[in-house]
């Protein structure tokens, strides 16, 4: 798929581009369905499972501390996008909001419009991983999340959840949406885990 709107990575960026992907001009949109419309002040995320279950507001997380990040973008339909620039909340540090017992192995996100995806705690609970409410300087737009999304840049994009509103602790594997549908329980980029190997 090389062409207009996508370029085959020069040398220099090799190392940072999975192999099968290419870089994608633009910062392309994907997703399954219609872009749920959620204003601020209506936003909630709620945690429930293997956890004391708590509800979070938009004032609750920006009473948390903010970060900016730049991340790699990779989705699993091949293209790629580097450098992108982010500002939210570390999930290690929104994790110091809430009490998870401690059998909790896995967590199911999930989402407004009905979207979910699955994610093991020790890829959760990354110091890179956050949860972003601006891309590039503006409120993060709707067709790419907002208000607010979770960014997991060392596993394929769409682990990372757009318009979250649910962390549901688990003590076992759950698959969600595309994970059902035939795509890898975990989705590391630069081990190609694309497919599940039961289909
Ligand atoms: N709620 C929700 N989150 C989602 C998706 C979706 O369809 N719904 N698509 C996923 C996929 S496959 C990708 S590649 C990224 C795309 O993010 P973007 O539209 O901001 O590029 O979001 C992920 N998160
Ligand atoms: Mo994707």
Redesign the pocket.
Known sequence: MVGKFFQKPGADLQDRVPPGQHLAKG???????ETPSVDRESWELKVWGLATPKTFTWQDLMAMPQHEFTADFH??TTWSKLDVQWVGVKVIDFMQQIEVDPAASHLMQH?Y?G?TTNIAMADFLREENFLAHTLFGEPLPA???GPLRLVVPHLY??K????INGLEFLDRMELGF?ERNGYHHRGEPFAEERYSSRF
């Open positions: 910062f392309p949109v994907l997703t399954y369905g989705c699993v989402c419009g979207y067709d790419h999340g994009a769409w990372s959840a757009k318009w595309w």
